[in-house]
């Protein structure tokens, strides 16, 4: 699951965060893996998206 946010194969951070919350909610994952995947999706999907609203306003 990191290496598909750190690749950003995901559109949405939202996506991520469900399916995050699906793996979390059958204990696929742990808190502490859950809670930094949350916070790897926050990171590159919020700099994503800075980038491509840049991009459409240039």
Known sequence: MENLIKNEIYE???EVWKKLNVLF???V???DEF???TQ???SK???ANTTDEYKASA
């Open 29 to 31: 994952l742990k808190e």
């Open 35 to 37: 809670t930094k995947l």
């Open 45 to 47: 999907y919020t700099a």
């Open 40 to 42: 790897l999706a926050e």
């Open 12 to 14: 949405t951070k939202e």
């Open 25 to 27: 909610a059958f204990y």
